[in-house]
Each structure stands twice: as structure tokens, then as C-alpha cells.
């Protein structure tokens, strides 16, 4: 079965996972577009011409162009794998076919949205261990533990404790180097301590239902369905998410490979997340989604780990996110950048590498996979594509909107869509 390497996401999209306000909806996200696909659809008649085939949905679809689903049942093999949505209608979309497969197709056609192709090598009620199956990864384990912690209380702020594992056992067991991880309090980031208001629960956490406004965990979760976006590939991805409907954007959560400047690197992967280790009635004391993550700040090290440093030794060491300029601290991608959209020369987008630079002493460790500083302030809206980029011919982009600050939805992203990343 072919399969198409880079994939995203969004929460608007047909039969989409929802982040609400329940313990196990980050969970049940990550297993339908790292596992599982979603909105599975019975396809009623598949044509082939000129190297098109047309699918026809008669219940109705709602796939997007540039979205990737995967064709399966057919008894042509031709027609059958992980495909890019050329053109839709409401009852049809068109798809590319190599070959002349026989027309009109025969057998058990269904569509869904195609996965990232991850496994999950643990699960519990609620506690995931999610993989890479790629053999050109070094194929480490990304912990969600999503579940109510007894020393929590069910009401307060909705999250998912995250690390990063070089091997583990069972759903609970770490076997070798961790991220974070202190070994003076190996239990930091795992289980709760306390009760009530004054309960600590985690340290690296994926928030996705709580109040933005300087509120503490304990202030409780929020209502309706929060806005999410999550673009990758076989391994690793990039989650942004809302913690409120419509508040303050989305945060920032990856967790991905990338290519290391050290040959042989057996730790290139980065895992983000918000970096909290306080009682749940302490007040961060700062107004947005983006406190204690700072994803959208170059060369800002708060919770963003590696398992060990480019020498393949001792503890996790920090690392932070930079553009043009080695020592751009605190600029943002996309905000205030004061060069114009467009850019007057070239009329276009300027878009740059992003990299990784240890916290101290500061080495560059490598490159970030299909995501790209954006240099222009404040171009163009949320989730549009765009093509034709100076630089980058043949490739498709896809701007992502995050929250900076109490500002809102203002810093921007851009995302190869169009792949391989490496």
C-alpha cells in the first residue's frame, strides 16, 4: 500500500476528534490521527480517467483538497493507499492514479482520513505510549498520560502529562534516558502529590481545557469543543491547540525527530510542553496559552527537551527554537517583525529554517523538520496554503496561527505540506 509521508490536521474537519472537558480527549486525538484515521466513509462508485480517479461519497464527504485519506477495499491495487485530495465537490473528490486500473473499481471501497502511521506500543485507560514506526528513527516512546491522578481533583484544569523515553517496559516504566526527568524527584512528572487545592500534578504538561486569564489549575476546566491543528509525519508532529474556545489561540506542543549535526545522534527529538510544577491553586501569573511553553519565542528554553546532550551522556538538557539570527532571543515568528507583508522586492513570503540550540553552552544541534520561522509580521489568515514561495519550488505551505502573550492568535507559522521533511 503507498503511503504519502506528511499529513495535517484540524478540528474543523469532517468526523474529527474533539478537546472538550473530559480526561482521555487528548488521548483519543492522538490515537485517531497518529493510529487510527478518522471519518470512515463508504465510497459508492470509483471511476479512472487520464490518471484520475473520482470517488463519489453518496452520503456526503466533506474531505478537503490537499487532505490525505487513505482508498482501501478495492480489487485493483492500483486504487488502493494513502492519497492527496485533488479536487472535491459534495458527493465526490478526485484523487492521482498511477497505472490503468480497471473502471469502474470492484469490491468493499471505503475512505478515511489517512493516520501519521504511529503504533501504540502501551495503552491503559486513558495512558497512551505512541511510537514511530519508521526504521530511520531512532523510534522513542512519547508518554500521554491523560487520566484524573488521584491526588487531582476531576473539576480542576484538563491535561496530559508527556515525556519522552528511550525505551519503556510497560505503560508506567521508563528503561533508560527520560525527558524531563530529575533524579533527585524521579517522580516529578508522573504522579501527583498533595490533595486539593493545594495537589501538584506534573511537570511537562499538553493543557487543552483551562482558563487562559492568570487563573490557577484549580479555577477548573471549559466548556465546548477547543480549536486544534496538528500538521506531521511518520516521525514526529506539531500540536497547536486552544485551552479556552476563542481566547487567547493556541499553544504549542511538538513532539519530533530532527536532523541532528551530530552523526550517529541516538536523541533527535524535541518534546515540547507547558513546563508547570506548582500547586494547583497557584496563579501562573501570566495572561495566554503560550506561558511556561513560549513556543512561539526564539531562543526561549522553557519546556523544551532532549533526552541528553550531543556528547550522548548524562541528564536532559534544554534547548530552545531559532531563526535567522543566532542570538534573535525572544523575537516572535510571524509578529512584529517589522518587515512588511508582502515583502516589497519579491512580493513574497520569507520564510527560514528553524533551529535547535542547546540552552548552555549553546551548541546548534540540529534542524527542525517542515516547520518554518515566519519573517514577515502578520501575513496572511489562519490555515491558508500557499504556494509559489521564492526558494521553496514545488512546495506548498500551511500558516498556522498561535497565541502570543495575551495578544491572541497573532504569531504565525509556516508548515511543508507537501513533504518528505527528510
Not at 270 to 297: H, I, K
Amino acid at each position: 500500500m503507498t503511503t504519502i509521508a506528511v499529513k495535517h490536521y484540524n478540528s474543523g474537519m469532517q468526523g474529527a476528534p474533539q478537546l472538550a472537558n473530559a480526561w482521555g480527549d487528548m488521548t483519543a486525538l492522538l490515537d485517531a490521527v497518529l493510529v487510527d484515521g478518522f471519518n470512515l466513509r463508504t465510497i459508492d462508485t470509483l471511476t479512472f480517467a487520464d490518471g484520475i480517479a473520482t470517488a463519489r461519497v453518496n452520503a456526503g464527504h466533506l474531505y478537503l483538497v490537499d487532505q490525505v485519506v487513505t482508498i482501501a477495499g478495492a480489487n485493483q491495487a492500483e486504487y488502493n493507499g494513502e492519497v492527496r485530495v485533488l479536487s472535491t465537490t459534495s458527493l465526490e473528490f478526485t484523487f492521482a492514479v498511477t497505472g490503468t486500473p480497471v473502471t469502474p473499481a470492484t469490491g468493499a471501497l471505503s475512505v478515511k482520513v489517512a493516520p501519521l502511521n504511529f503504533e501504540k506500543a502501551f495503552t491503559a485507560t486513558n495512558k497512551r505510549v505512541y511510537r514511530s514506526k519508521n526504521v530511520l528513527s531512532n523510534r522513542p516512546y512519547l508518554r500521554v498520560d491523560n487520566s484524573l491522578d488521584p491526588a487531582y481533583t476531576t473539576t480542576y484544569a484538563k491535561k496530559a502529562k508527556v515525556l519522552v523515553a528511550e525505551n519503556m517496559s510497560d505503560v508506567d516504566t521508563v528503561v533508560g534516558a527520560q525527558a524531563p526527568f530529575d533524579p533527585t524527584k524521579p517522580t516529578q512528572n508522573t504522579l501527583g502529590s498533595g490533595s486539593g487545592t493545594t495537589a501538584v500534578d506534573g511537570w511537562y504538561k499538553w493543557y487543552y481545557s483551562r482558563f487562559d486569564n492568570n487563573n490557577a489549575d484549580s479555577s477548573g476546566g471549559t466548556g465546548g469543543n477547543k480549536g486544534w491543528v496538528l500538521m506531521g509525519d511518520d516521525r514526529g508532529f506539531y500540536l497547536f491547540n486552544e485551552w479556552q474556545v476563542a481566547v487567547y489561540g493556541r499553544a504549542g506542543y511538538f513532539f519530533t525527530d530532527f536532523a541532528s549535526f551530530r552523526q550517529g545522534d541516538a536523541y533527535n527529538t524535541l518534546l515540547t510542553a507547558t513546563e508547570w510544577y506548582s500547586a494547583a491553586n497557584t496563579s501562573p501569573g501570566y495572561n495566554g496559552v503560550d506561558y511556561n511553553s513560549y513556543c512561539n519565542r526564539s531562543l526561549d528554553f522553557t519546556g523544551k527537551v532532549l533526552m541528553r546532550d550531543h556528547l550522548q551522556v548524562g541528564n536532559y538538557i534544554r534547548a530552545g527554537l531559532l531563526g535567522l539570527n543566532t542570538n534573535n532571543a525572544q523575537q516572535i515568528t510571524g509578529y512584529s517583525t517589522s518587515i512588511p507583508w508582502p515583502n516589497g522586492p519579491d512580493y513574497g513570503l520569507i520564510l527560514h529554517p528553524v533551529y535547535l540550540r542547546h540552552e548552555s553552552p549553546g551548541h546548534l544541534r540540529g534542524k527542525m523538520p517542515g516547520i518554518f520561522w515566519v519573517h514577515n509580521d502578520s501575513p496572511m489568515a489562519d490555515l491558508n496554503i500557499v504556494s509559489g514561495v521564492t526558494g521553496y519550488p514545488g512546495r506548498k505551505f500551511l500558516i498556522v496561527t498561535s497565541g502570543y502573550a495575551t495578544s491572541g492568535n497573532v504569531a504565525r507559522y509556516a508548515f511543508d505540506i507537501t513533504g518528505p521533511w527528510w
